[in-house]
Every structure is written in structure tokens, then in C-alpha cells.
Nanobody, 114 residues
């Protein structure tokens, strides 16, 4: 059984930064392409950043240049560095495989507001 524990969210002013972390248990991450997803109120969950098991990355247009996804296979973690945050980045952030392969974790709330 795979479990995700996301952390690092919070309230930040526009232009600020946060670093999210996802700890994964039940699988060795090194075999999988992983992603960070987010779901804003009233909207569908969307994939914002992807990292392959080889370390290649892909970003959704609205976050490219501001977000950086990384992974530590030894620690079985995936991280998301978020800079220059905007109010439209407000959402609950989740990690999972790409494509989605397992049940979701509880996510971590990111709120960008002055």
C-alpha cells in the first residue's frame, strides 16, 4: 500500500516562496515518474510539475520558471520549490505518480494572499 505525506504548505504573501515536500512509503520512487498536482476551490485537480526517474522535468505553463520539482530517491521524497507565488497558486497540493497510480494523500494547503 502506497502512502503520501505532503507537507510545507502555509500562508504566504504574493511574491513569497514555499518549499513543499512529499514523503512516500510503500514503493521505491526511483522506478516511477512523479508529479505535483494541485486543486483550487471549485476547480479540477491539475498536474503542475513532473519529474521522470531520470530527472527530466516538465512544467505547466503557469508555473514554468517559478516552480522547481526535484526528487531524492534515497530518501523516497519529492519536493516542489515555489517562488514568486501568486494568488492564483492558492490550492491544495498533492503528489502522486504520473499517470496517477495510487490513492491520494491528504495534501498540503497553500494560500497566497496579502
Amino acid at each position: 500500500q502506497v502512502q503520501f505525506v505532503e507537507s510545507g504548505g502555509g500562508l504566504v504573501q504574493p511574491g513569497g516562496s514555499l518549499r513543499l515536500s512529499c514523503a512516500v512509503s510503500g514503493r521505491f520512487l526511483r522506478f516511477y515518474t512523479m508529479g505535483w498536482y494541485r486543486q483550487a476551490p471549485g476547480k479540477q485537480r491539475e498536474l503542475v510539475a513532473t519529474i521522470t526517474n531520470g530527472g527530466s522535468t516538465v512544467y505547466e505553463d503557469s508555473v514554468r520558471g517559478r516552480f522547481t520539482i526535484s526528487r531524492d530517491n534515497a530518501k523516497n521524497t519529492v519536493s516542489l520549490q515555489m517562488n514568486s507565488l501568486k494568488p492564483e497558486d492558492t490550492a491544495v497540493y498533492y503528489c502522486n505518480a504520473v499517470p496517477i497510480s495510487w490513492d491520494w494523500g491528504q495534501g498540503t494547503q497553500v494560500t497566497v494572499s496579502s
